[in-house]
């Protein structure tokens, strides 16, 4: 039989410059270096800052989900 686990959820905010992807994954690496036992994320949010009509930023709000211990 699996573990019932409970989560805690907290909301973040991630940017990058080169794309959502790795918007993501800094915002999970900043994170995970103060936060245990992450388990899964959930992207709530995508927006971006447009200059001289190209894409310049893009920046994530993500659900984030961790066990509590």
Known sequence: MADDNVYKILELAGSSAKSV????????????ATVRNIRWFE???V?????????????VLLKVGFTLE
Not at 21 to 32: G, L, P, R, Y
Not at 47 to 59: I, T
């Open 21 to 32: 992807e790795d918007a993501i994954q800094t915002a999970i690496t900043k994170a995970s």
């Open 43 to 45: 992207v709530i949010q």
């Open 47 to 59: 927006r971006g800052h447009v200059e001289d009509g190209k894409v310049a930023h893009y920046q």
